[in-house]
């Protein structure tokens, strides 16, 4: 079956970094759409950003030119790159697979595959 390990959230300071992994078993990674989602408390889970077989991307605007996501598909790994955090990103950070998007809508939606997320809490 599917399995989806995300790694590396923690407590970080307004204006610091983290990065995000996600290593993908049980499926053929090369040929999957990943993403990262987050959800906040109260608030509904959200798209962070996206990256196709292909390298298409997609970022959430709230987080363009502030984060970037990877792949290694000889590691099946997806990276999520999170710099200049401010606490409004606080959130759990959810892995995905098997998504897709529409570039002509510019519009990403999720796979069925989730992992079991990372906490990312940005201090003030």
């Known amino acids: 079956q599917v399995q989806l390990v995300e790694s590396g959230g923690g407590l970080v300071q307004a204006g610091g970094s983290l990065r995000l992994s996600c290593a993908a078993s049980?499926?053929?990674?090369?040929?999957?759409?990943m993403g990262w989602y987050r959800q906040a408390p109260g608030k509904q889970r959200e798209l962070v950003a996206g990256i196709t077989s292909g390298a298409k991307i997609k970022y959430a605007d709230s987080v363009k030119g502030r984060f970037a996501i990877s792949r290694d598909n000889a590691k099946n790994t997806v990276y999520l790159q999170m710099n200049d955090l401010k606490p409004e990103d606080t959130a759990v950070y959810y892995c995905n697979a098997g998504g897709s998007y529409d570039s002509t809508r510019n519009y990403y939606a999720p796979g069925g595959s989730w992992g079991q997320g990372t906490q990312a809490t940005v201090s003030s």
């Open positions: 049980g499926i053929i990674f090369s040929i999957n759409a």
